[in-house]
């Protein structure tokens, strides 16, 4: 008890530790690796630093990616996005700096060190300089709203997970569940409608309103993910009152040749069996013509917890996709389209035929009849079938000198059934759901004008949906219109950024009253989102953000006119006509420790006031219906406040061992009412031990290897409502879970295989997680084993 109690104190230490002490005492960490060279005086202080910016010398503008090297201790350093660079650990005496820069002539630097210094060094521009120059690299912080991006080997290792799965690891993201097959992303202890994804660009609309209707999207597809948090939407529209997830594909290339990538699959307990191949080129003959095609195939069975299978908990996957480019230097366009199909069991005793069974199940902790369960790929009713189809062109034009224009069309449909315990004999789903979304999206973003940069667009979305067998939800129409403009100024280490944006939504319904007619309830809605933000570069690798931003979102079809049995999350869900639109304020301050050897880490404290804050509030009692008993759940509104910490440390404690620890700590009031708010995430603790064996010369085998070993400690969610409403069950206790993982690259001759093992939940514990729907019947999954192959592929030589 007393452990827990103070584990709320631990990131406020690690904050003053890192914002304060860190930074210092990483300046006095032995220096790995290296050489004194003869110009040195032995037994000297070793803890200098030599810092400054790489300037152009008639602009004094910041040259970006800029290398300067110290040939006499084999050290070089790239200039970062404001153009630092640094050197540490460093003893008295003499060095030579050398500074290259593309399109400048090179530079030498002679500077007697003796004390820890700030130098800025200018280059000269060619005689020979280019038309053009593109520096791409990552662009460490962008704004100063947090967020994070999982790309890379990161990304690699969270391949066979869904896409909530794959960004639960960043601080501040959790997942809300239905069961094994459900999952969804949540930033900062919002989901579904407050969390925007944006799928190649395009924003994703597949029937998002639903906890347990998961983002159809094909993680494969992706080679980054981007999670914004807290509430941006000047720039991505309204409703990201929560964040926002961007999914990224890889560039097309841009080198002649024929290349690709297969990556297998295969995991132990739901005996989960994936493959995806990619293979993309580009014309030799015809340069700015790139193509690619791509495809997955996943299939799994009944997930077994410790003690039991999990009855009809399989699912299957069936997703291509195709992308045709065609880049010139001034213009240029793509076209990109993909289907996802899948069809996703859900757990058998989540459905019950009677109230007394209902509450049984839920006394009972397991499902009726789970020792008879068996492993099976076999999925039979309930469960859902979803199509989701997308159509992006994307086209763009270098405007002169002044900027560059782009234009964004996306097509979505989304075909959604739903099928329940009953009608077995007539084949036909219990709901059937079509939503088609046409969205446009132009914006013009100028080049840099002094200090300033920025961008103006407008965004239009129209979409309609259509229904059969159940009215749960009524035939709509709805057109949002959008435009906005964002600033960042640059000087120096400071950057301050300003934005503004006007939404109209419009919404036309129709849908039948009980006595049969036919009523027509019209809806419109607008408001103003803006966003205030500053970010200052301290040096060392420090910097400091601060935003305040408004966003707003109307309430949702589903929130105002659902009425009836919600198959897939087995409830019965009651909407509201009256309610209004959620205005969101979100502050955040961050401190960013980043590109050191030692130390490095992002830490973000945010405060989110959100006014009529919708949510779905659970009846005392539930409702017996012809198909059933269901926990009955009604849209209430209140005023709301979301207030947390984001924690994220990796130290090297040895040149190729790394800890990685973070921290996630939500807490959530309903202020009208004085009490605490359903469905929030309990406090959460990763810790992971990495270590990365050192690279092979030239012709190793095996390169690439390492091993991890860490864990995950979820809190007991105490802070539940206790005045507004009564759940079903108490909240479960806490748990921890064991992972550990390992991978390398074997070279077979001069074709590199990548071979990898992630482990989850290793000790078999037995658990419920309190963002899990179905935690009222069963336990959660028991310990399994996910093993990868990626073998990159490269057929240009033939």
Known sequence: MFLYKNLQYIPLLLLTYMALLAPALAQFQPPPGINLSAEMVPDQDCGLTLSGKVLDHDSRATLVGATVSIPQLHQASIADEYGNYHFHHLCQGTYTLQVTYVGYEPESYTFRLTASSVRDLQLHASPQTLNTVEVSGNRLQEQAQSSQTLTGQELEETRGLSLAGSLKGIPGVSTIQTGPTISKPVIHGMHSNRVLLLNNGVRQEGQQWGSEHAPEIDPFVATEMKVIKGAAGVR?????????VLVEPKALPTSPGVGGEVNLLGSTNNRQLAASATVEGNSANIPPLSWRLQGTVKKAGNTRTPDYYLDNTGFGEQNFSGALGYRKEKFGGELFYSQFNTKLGILRASHIGNLTDLRYAIERGRPAGADTVGFTYDIGRPYQQVQHDLLK???YLQTGQAGRLEFIYGW???RREEYDLHNVNSGNPALYLN????????????????????????????????????????????????AFVIEKWRKDRLQLEAGLRYDYRQLRVMQFDTSGTLQKPAFDFNNVSGTLGALYDVGYHLTFGLSATSAWRAPSV????SNGVHHSAATYEIGDPGLVSEQA??????VNYFGNARLNGQLSLYYNVINHYIYLSSEPEPILTVRGAFPAFRYRQTDATFKGIDLSLQYNLLPNLILDSKASVVRARNTTAGDYLINIPADRFDNSLRYEFAQSGEGSRFSDAYISLGGTYMAEQTRVPTRTEEDFAPPPDA???????????VHIGSQPVEFGVTGNNLLNSTYRDYLNRFRYFSDEAGRLLLFRIRVPLDFSGF
């Open 558 to 561: 589903n929130e105002l006119f």
């Open 412 to 414: 979505q449909r989304n």
């Open 236 to 244: 991505y529209g309204a409703d990201a009152i929560g964040g926002v």
């Open 393 to 395: 062109a994307k086209l």
């Open 735 to 745: 748990y921890f879970l064991l992972q550990a993982g390992a991978g390398a690259t």
């Open 585 to 590: 304020y979100n502050f955040e301050t961050s």
């Open 435 to 482: 939503l088609n979304t046409h969205t446009t999206e132009s914006i013009w973003e100028h080049n840099p004008l002094g200090n300033f940069s920025g961008s103006v667009g407008v965004s239009t979305t129209y979409q309609q949906n259509t229904y059969k067998y159940s009215a749960f939800l009524p035939y709509f129409t709805a057109i949002t219109a959008g």
